[in-house]
């Protein structure tokens, strides 16, 4: 399965694509947890990406796309992924589609999760997660069922994002409206481009999903996956 979850920031993407990766047994590539992993080893990467990510606007394209050119060829790929805030700008989406002709993969689906900018703010200044394995959660609409404990891992140890910030949420959610909205126009004529209710409870979007994965073909995963 290859799948593109596409969304402004707090819409849902990280959240719905670990349950589809936990599910259909398929790699989630976030762009932005591997650039907060390079800002977190100092690496090149992370040192020019850091101001940005920081002041809430997009990383370069050369970067990024290089960065995805090395991921989507690892064997852990060879199932499919889906593409948890990657594309962000046309470019992007080009330098994808050309990189997926090369492999001779098509996609199965670009999915638009649609949230109110009131509801994302709300839900990116709640948001944060368990240290250990990465598990996202919310103040107010995901606690852990033990507070402060991961349901996951078991882990006490939380992290709040340094962008999750109410300056710079304005900022991101510009940089959605100015350089990311405009790939929509760009699936909707060259790929099969669905918009899900990014508003619904967690599981709801969840069958959403999973709804406009079986319209476009993809196979009920095993109940081992
Ligand atoms: P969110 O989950 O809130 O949508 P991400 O974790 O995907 O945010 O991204 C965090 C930050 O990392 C972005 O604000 C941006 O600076 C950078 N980033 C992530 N993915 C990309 C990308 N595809 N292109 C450019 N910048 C990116
Ligand atoms: P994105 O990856 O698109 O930036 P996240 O998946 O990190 O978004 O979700 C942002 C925050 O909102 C997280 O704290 C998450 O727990 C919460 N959240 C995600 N989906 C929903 C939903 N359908 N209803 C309420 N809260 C949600
Ligand atoms: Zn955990």
């Known amino acids: 399965m290859e799948l593109i979850l596409l969304g402004p920031p707090g819409a849902g993407k990280g ?11 398929v790699a989630q590539i976030s762009t932005g947890d591997m650039l907060r992993a390079e800002v977190k080893a100092g690496s090149p990467i992370g040192q020019e990406a850091k101001k940005i990510m920081d002041a809430g606007g997009l990383v370069s394209d050369d970067l990024i796309i ?23 700008t046309v470019p ?23 949230v109110d900018e009131v509801v994302l703010v ?11 394995c990465g598990t996202g959660y919310h103040d107010t609409f995901k606690q852990p069922k033990i507070s402060g404990v991961c349901d996951i891992c078991g882990s006490h140890e939380f992290t709040r994002r340094a962008d999750d910030k109410a300056e710079t949420v304005h900022a991101r959610l510009e940089a959605y409206n100015a350089q990311t909205a405009p790939i929509l126009p760009y699936y909707r004529a060259k790929h099969r481009l669905f918009s899900v209710d990014g508003m619904a409870e967690m599981d709801e979007v969840e069958r959403q999903i999973e709804a406009v994965l079986r319209e476009v073909g993809v196979p009920e995963p095993t109940a081992s996956a």
């Open 15 to 25: 959240t719905q694509s670990k349950l589809l990766e936990a599910r259909y047994g």
């Open 66 to 88: 290089r960065m995805i050119g090395e991921r989507i060829s690892r064997p852990e790929c060879e199932n499919g992924f889906i593409l948890d805030g990657f594309p962000r």
């Open 92 to 114: 992007q989406a080009e330098a994808l589609d050309k990189l997926l002709h090369e492999t001779k993969v098509d996609l199965d689906a670009v999915i638009e999760l649609k």
């Open 122 to 132: 709300e839900r990116i200044s709640g948001r944060f997660t368990c240290a250990k």
